[in-house]
């Protein structure tokens, strides 16, 4: 049971969640397998506009019966839904708040601060895994990763690499304090495991891309044993480094580089212009790595993200 969606053993169910505060509902599924076991959340659209993961949970949502499953399973397709129908890049279109930043939340915060007070509240506390679906947002390029927690917890943190490293996606990032308030750190903190697998681009319904996330995720449950079946271990690059580069003003942006490009530190990796076409900042590489998400639009403002080199 989940606040006013309550499925039995051995049957699934969808309808919308409820909950105090919020102005809109939340879709979802549940599926209870014959026997008890892990219980286990599948989240996308926490941004609204990564449409890849948002259909590789809506598909895995459908395709997933109790037959096939063993213990407890919480699919939430489309998270943010007020960002999805507004088609707003990153942030609730009510407060202009990234979801993915205010975790654990705020009972009478914000639109999004509330959002993820309830989620955090409700469903992170009820589930022993996380695993949330992102993609490119509208103006993102990026190659496909993974992303998992660093914690103090060795056993913790070691099974969020290991689980990371199972999607089939061959970059897994170490986190630390760079994406603070987002779901796997809130998830983390609760003494779980959280990661987040990204794969697709630029607000574009990828077909692959999507089955790359379904695939994973299947892989993935299969490790956890919720899912029936043997999962498969490929090969990962583990990377330790996840150094992240913001605008510190307005302006227009040229990267020189694209993703998945090996870049050394000290490398010239883009400008921001002024709106004459003037050379304002000239952005250059911090550590050698690989980027792994670039921004790909002109228009850029402060504090906006520009890329992300991981090592």
């Not at 169910?13 to 599948?42: C, D, R, Y």
């Not at 679906?133 to 390029?141: K, R, W």
Request: proline share 4%.
């Amino acid at each position: 049971m989940i606040n006013n969606l309550v499925v039995n053993r051995d049957d699934k169910i969808s309808g919308f969640l409820h909950f105090p505060t919020l102005e809109h509902n939340i879709p979802a599924f549940m599926i209870n397998g014959k026997e008890e076991g892990p219980s286990v959340l599948i989240m996308a659209g926490v941004h609204g506009c990564e449409y890849t993961s948002i259909d590789a949970a809506l598909k895995l949502a459908k395709e997933l019966t109790p037959n096939d499953i063993v213990g407890k399973l919480i699919i939430l397709p489309i998270v943010n839904i007020a960002s999805f129908y507004k088609r707003s890049i990153y942030v609730h279109p009510k407060d202009e708040k990234n979801l993915n930043r205010v975790f654990p939340g705020k009972e009478n915060g914000t639109e999004s601060e509330r959002l993820a007070f309830w989620l955090h509240k409700e469903i992170f506390s009820q589930v022993d895994f996380v695993l949330d679906l992102h993609g490119g947002d509208m103006i993102e390029a990026l190659v496909p990763f993974t992303i998992y927690q660093m914690s103090e917890n060795l056993q913790l943190m070691n099974e969020a690499q290991k689980i990371a490293s199972l999607f089939g996606i061959p970059y897994v990032v170490k986190s630390e304090s760079q994406v603070k308030g987002s779901t796997y750190s809130a998830v983390t903190s609760l003494g779980k495991i959280g990661v987040i697998a990204e794969a697709g681009q630029q607000g574009i319904l990828d077909e692959s891309s999507s089955k790359l996330l379904q695939d994973g995720t299947k892989n993935v449950l299969k490790y956890i044993g919720l899912l029936n079946g043997e999962f498969v271990e490929e090969p990962v690059k583990n990377l330790e480094t996840f150094e992240w580069y913001r605008a510190t003003i307005q302006g227009l942006w040229y990267p020189t580089v694209e993703i998945g490009a090996e870049v050394k530190k000290g490398e010239i990796l883009g400008y921001i212009k002024n709106v004459f076409g003037e050379t304002e900042i000239e952005i250059y590489a911090q550590v050698d790595g690989l980027v792994l998400f670039l921004v790909t639009s002109l228009a850029i403002n402060v504090d906006d993200p520009l890329l992300a080199i991981g090592d």
